[in-house]
């Protein structure tokens, strides 16, 4: 049965992964790719020889620290993959619930051999997005009470974007461009490549009308300039706090403001009470520790008729 077929017998997990807007391919993909590294071609030796064929136990998957969820519908397809959709999984929580240390937020039940084999698999994507999410909600957190939103970057690890991306909105970020396709970017380098701020923004706009366009500045000087030229967004690169201000004074509301290098947890309200727009932190996805989530195994309920 193909993978997709197999997923069709599951409507409930695609109808979760399409609610949160992850391309089901694309989960697939990933999640195929992380068993297939696990079993490089072989089986799990380990489980094969010590856990006989038809003993089957419950997996749980319970938090070792408090933090906010992401992935759980990725960990459950980690194991309708591995089983061939034989272990059958229950989610007491939600993503995006923030949790306490010792919560279950996942319950498996099958064969143990495919139990243990998906454990790690499972884990690795739950603890990776779930840390995410749990950084992602201390700095909404700093934010509370202002406009200002947090929003991540494209330091993103290689195949995992789009749901590092939505590990970021399960904490309550935002999400900036998800490729370099579908707005633009003006960065420093392109200043210098087309010859001026106004230039290399006139430039994108002349090519592409009716993509948006945000363009990086570091000096008030360029701010007006980018202004005048009527840029959607425009991110103000290494600017302190009294900086960002006067940049906020200065803009009037005419383009929407995103700070950018050097912001901490510590700084972040200094800077969202200027009233800039964004925050961009590139460590959301590239800096964020793992939440702690372990996998207890113990045997599962016998029928009646095993008695």
């Excluded at 995992?160 to 909105?169: F, I, N, T």
């Excluded at 009308?209 to 980018?226: A, K, Y």
């Amino acid at each position: 049965m193909s993978e997709r077929d197999l997923l069709t017998l599951h409507p409930e997990l695609e109808e979760r992964l399409v609610a949160a807007e992850l391309a089901v391919d694309d989960v697939l993909r990933v999640v195929r790719m992380a068993i297939d590294e696990d079993l490089d071609g072989g089986v799990d030796v380990t489980s094969t020889a010590t856990v006989p064929a038809d003993h089957r136990s419950v997996l749980e998957l319970v938090t070792r620290q408090a933090g906010c969820i992401a992935g759980v519908p990725v960990a459950e397809l980690a194991f309708l993959l591995v089983s061939d959709g034989r272990v059958h999984c229950r989610a007491p929580v939600d993503d995006g619930a923030r949790v306490a240390a010792g919560t279950t937020v996942l319950v498996a039940e099958g064969p143990t051999r495919d139990l243990l084999t998906a454990e790690r698999t499972a884990l690795n994507l739950l603890g990776h997005l779930s840390g995410i999410a749990t950084h992602t909600a201390r700095w909404v957190d700093a934010m509370a009470g202002t406009s200002t939103r947090i929003r991540d970057t494209r330091k993103t690890v290689p195949g995992l974007r789009r749901l590092e991306k939505y590990a970021v909105r399960c904490g309550g970020g935002v999400n900036h461009r998800m490729s370099l396709s579908d707005a633009a970017l003006v960065k420093d380098n392109h200043v210098v490549a087309a010859g001026g701020v106004r230039e290399a923004f006139a430039a994108v706009r002349s090519r592409w009308p009716g993509l948006p366009v945000e363009v990086e500045v570091d000096r008030l000087d360029q701010l007006v300039e980018v202004l005048d030229a009527g840029a959607d967004l425009v991110l103000l690169d290494n600017f302190d706090v009294a900086m960002t201000r006067e940049a906020v004074a200065l803009t009037a509301g005419r383009s929407r403001l995103e700070s950018s290098g050097g912001l901490t947890l510590e700084s972040a309200r200094d800077y969202a009470d200027t009233g800039v727009d964004f925050l961009a932190i590139g460590a959301l996805t590239h800096s964020s520790p793992t939440l702690d989530i372990g996998g207890d195994l113990r045997d599962a309920p016998c029928d009646e008729g095993d008695r």
